[in-house]
C-alpha cells in the first residue's frame, strides 16, 4: 500500500511540475510575442536651454577631448581606458573607451555643421553590441541655444523584450539629461 501511494504521489508531482514548465513556457512564449510587436527602432532625446550663443557651445561636443568636462560618462570609471584617433575634431574625429563600468565602444563623428549639429557613429562593443547614431543639435531661442542630445538605433528582438522589464528612455535620458547639465554648467561659467 504504501509503494501504491508513494508512485500516486510521484505521478502527481511529476504531473504539477511539467504542468508548471509548460504554463512558464507559454509565459515567456506570449512575452516575446507582445515583444515582437514592438517598434524596429527606438529614439531618445532630451534637451537644454544654455545661455550662450551656439559658437560657444560646439566646440565642446565637437571635439571629443572636451567631453571629459561635461560627459556623464566619464566620471564612471576612474581608470577608463580612452583613445583618441582621427582628426583631431569633427569629421573623421574617433573616441574609443574601455573601462570596467562604461564598457566599451567607439564613437566617430561622421556629419559636423559648424555651431548646429553633429552626427555621431556610435558602436557598443561590451557589456553588449549595439549600433547607434547620436546627434547634438544646436538651435538658437532668443538670447539662448537649445541643444537637443538624442540617440537613435535599431531594437532586435532582445532589446524589445528588455523594454519591457526596463524603461531604457528613462534610464539613458537620465544620462543624457546629466551630461546636459553639465555642458551648461562648463558653458556659462
Not at 565637437?62 to 556623464?72: G, H, M, Y
Not at 581608470?79 to 583631431?88: E, H, I
Not at 559648424?114 to 547620436?134: G, K, M, Q
Not at 541655444?145 to 526596463?166: C, D, E, H, N, Y
Amino acid at each position: 500500500m504504501t509503494i501504491e501511494v508513494s508512485r500516486s504521489t510521484s505521478r502527481r508531482l511529476r504531473n504539477i511540475v511539467l504542468g508548471c514548465l509548460v504554463v512558464m513556457l507559454l509565459g515567456v512564449g506570449l512575452l516575446l510575442a507582445v515583444a515582437a510587436t514592438r517598434p524596429d527602432t527606438f529614439r531618445l532625446e532630451r534637451s537644454i536651454a544654455i545661455s550662450a550663443a551656439p559658437e560657444r557651445i560646439f566646440p565642446l561636443i565637437n571635439d571629443f577631448r572636451q567631453w571629459r568636462t561635461w560627459s556623464p560618462y566619464e566620471g564612471l570609471d576612474p581608470d577608463l581606458a580612452r583613445a583618441y584617433t582621427g582628426a583631431p575634431q569633427g569629421v573623421a574625429a574617433v573616441y574609443e573607451w574601455e573601462g570596467e563600468k562604461a564598457g566599451a565602444g567607439r564613437m566617430e563623428i561622421i556629419e559636423s555643421v559648424p555651431a548646429r549639429r553633429i552626427l555621431i557613429d556610435l558602436r557598443f562593443t561590451a557589456p553588449f553590441e549595439a549600433s547607434n547614431v547620436a546627434e547634438f543639435a544646436l538651435t538658437s531661442v532668443g538670447g539662448q541655444t537649445r541643444v537637443t542630445w538624442s540617440m537613435r538605433g535599431p531594437q532586435p528582438l532582445l532589446a524589445k523584450f528588455m523594454g519591457m522589464i526596463f524603461d531604457i528612455d528613462e534610464m539613458v535620458g537620465k544620462d543624457f539629461e546629466r551630461g546636459l547639465a553639465g555642458l551648461k554648467a562648463v558653458v556659462e561659467r
